[in-house]
């Protein structure tokens, strides 16, 4: 049961690099989530996506892209990243958009912007 | 605006005892859900209970039930027989304007150390 994979786990940045951090999900969701952990401030919503070809923007979305080519993955794009990008990144995925139904978590990815 | 208030940051308890933690939230849906994450160091989250804001049962599941009050808009998780696998973050969490799970509102969380 793999769930929600995210990768990588850890990753360091410098200043102005971009990387994409990749998540996939092998439940058939429709629904699939990004958000940031910071210390004091909880989970925050990136962006999300009600289904392949449709995302939206969520709380904290500046400095991220997002694409949903297919059901299963949901990439995740910084363009030029900042310290302030310094987070741990949880994706999430669930199969309904009604809310008795779980959202189900990768393990996350921590990233280091120096 | 929605929000999700979790006023203790940091909790302890010994092991085999009772502790609850307090969501307060505020809204203006009338029927949503309620949900208690927990997150161990391992960093997954993990579903520990959810509620249905119009049923007036509180929910439990094994050793963690919650004191919902809709007027007072409060959610909280008690957790009895604590064990040390309890130890963790635990976040409130709110599915943001129109109910949806892929869209959550999350509390600062509350960090519990179960004491042996």
């Known amino acids: 049961n793999a769930g929600v994979t995210q990768t990588p786990k850890f990753q360091v940045l410098k200043t102005g690099q971009s990387m994409t951090l990749q998540c996939a999900q092998d439940?058939?969701?429709?629904?699939m989530s990004w958000y940031r952990q910071d210390p004091g401030m909880g989970l925050r919503l990136i962006h999300y996506?009600?289904?392949?070809?449709?995302?939206d923007q969520g709380e904290v979305p500046n400095g991220y892209n997002v694409s949903r080519s297919t059901t299963e993955d949901f990439p995740l794009r910084l363009l030029s990243a900042a310290p302030s990008q310094t987070s741990v990144y949880f994706c999430?995925?669930?199969?309904?958009?009604?809310?008795?139904?779980?959202?189900?978590f990768g393990q996350g990815t921590r990233l280091t912007v120096v | 605006a929605q929000t999700v208030t979790q006023s203790q940051p940091e909790m302890s308890v010994q092991e085999a005892e009772t502790v609850t933690l307090s969501c307060t939230y505020d809204?203006?849906?009338?029927?949503?859900?309620l949900f208690w994450y927990k997150q161990p160091p391992s960093r997954q989250m993990i579903l520990v209970i959810r509620?249905?804001?119009?049923?007036?049962q509180n929910a439990t599941e094994n050793r963690f039930s919650v004191n919902f009050q809709k007027a007072a808009k409060s959610f909280s998780l008690k957790i009895s027989d604590s064990q040390l696998g309890d130890t963790a973050m635990y976040f409130c969490?709110?599915?943001?304007?129109?109910?949806?799970?892929?869209?959550?509102?999350f509390g600062t969380g509350t960090l519990l150390a179960v004491q042996p």
């Open positions: 999430a995925s669930s199969y309904s958009i009604t809310a008795n139904t779980e959202a189900f």
């Open positions: 439940m058939n969701h429709e629904y």
């Open positions: 996506s009600v289904g392949a070809g449709i995302t």
């Open positions: 809204t203006s849906e009338n029927n949503y859900y």
């Open positions: 509620q249905e804001a119009y049923k007036q």
């Open positions: 969490a709110f599915p943001s304007s129109g109910g949806a799970t892929n869209k959550l509102i």
